[in-house]
């Protein structure tokens, strides 16, 4: 169990989200093009840490709101564990281009930050339409590791509902059942990537 970062270092993390989400939000108001594209990808590179998260929704470490669960991780080879990460990769950043899509003319508000039992730092954030005032804003919560000068994200909680824990709950239900196993989650991973 890691130590909890003290306050200025939660500060430090919360300056961190701000400081990515900026960059990010300014690249998507530019003209869509393949160099923006490739520069969105090269700031979530720097900005999430896809080996941890990998490992993370493969039960190493387990899920905080799950009691029983089953380190899967540790049973991939070195060629799955690549594959995976890089599957697990492309969702990711799919899935955040979308909402950067949806969000980009919102007000993003930070909320503050909270020291998790396991060291990692939860930084909260809001989204509100400005063109829809009476729309719900959208909460995302960022959960980064590391210490100053080394922070990345290794899981984000939209809506109450944390990422790692959604695919793993789906890959242990995978990689349980009979016939299904590591080809399934490949071929799940692929599919959403196509937006199958």
Request: glycine fraction near 6%; charged fraction near 25%.
């Given at each position: 169990?890691?130590?909890?970062?003290?306050?200025?270092?939660?500060?430090?993390?919360?300056?961190?989200?701000?400081?990515?989400?900026?960059?990010?939000?300014?690249?998507?108001?530019?003209?869509?093009?393949?160099?923006?594209e490739a520069s969105i990808s090269q700031e979530l590179d720097r900005m999430v840490d896809y080996d941890e998260l990998a490992r993370r929704t493969f039960g190493k470490p387990c899920p905080a709101?799950?009691?029983?669960?089953?380190?899967?991780?540790?049973?991939?080879?070195?060629?799955?564990?690549?594959?995976?990460?890089?599957?697990?990769?492309?969702?990711?950043?799919?899935?955040y281009k979308k909402t950067l899509t949806k969000t980009v003319d919102y007000d993003i508000s930070y909320k503050g930050s909270k020291a998790l039992a396991n060291g990692d730092t939860k930084i909260?954030?809001?989204?509100?339409?400005?063109?829809?005032?009476?729309?719900?804003?959208?909460?995302?919560?960022?959960?980064?590791?590391?210490?100053?000068?080394?922070?990345?994200?290794?899981?984000?909680?939209?809506?109450?509902?944390?990422?790692?824990?959604?695919?793993?709950?789906?890959?242990?239900?995978?990689?349980?059942?009979?016939?299904?196993?590591?080809?399934?989650?490949?071929?799940?991973?692929?599919?959403?990537?196509?937006?199958?």
């Amino acid at each position: 169990i890691g130590l909890a970062l003290p306050a200025a270092a939660q500060a430090n993390a919360q300056a961190f989200v701000e400081q990515e989400h900026g960059r990010l939000s300014n690249l998507m108001k530019q003209p869509a093009a393949a160099s923006r594209e490739a520069s969105i990808s090269q700031e979530l590179d720097r900005m999430v840490d896809y080996d941890e998260l990998a490992r993370r929704t493969f039960g190493k470490p387990c899920p905080a709101a799950i009691a029983q669960c089953q380190n899967h991780w540790d049973g991939l080879t070195d060629e799955q564990k690549r594959e995976v990460t890089g599957l697990l990769k492309k969702l990711v950043e799919r899935n955040y281009k979308k909402t950067l899509t949806k969000t980009v003319d919102y007000d993003i508000s930070y909320k503050g930050s909270k020291a998790l039992a396991n060291g990692d730092t939860k930084i909260r954030t809001e989204a509100k339409s400005r063109v829809n005032p009476r729309e719900a804003p959208v909460t995302v919560d960022y959960v980064v590791i590391g210490q100053p000068g080394t922070f990345k994200v290794a899981d984000m909680v939209t809506e109450g509902s944390s990422m790692t824990k959604n695919y793993y709950e789906q890959f242990h239900k995978m990689l349980t059942t009979p016939g299904q196993g590591y080809p399934h989650v490949v071929k799940r991973l692929n599919d959403r990537i196509a937006g199958r």
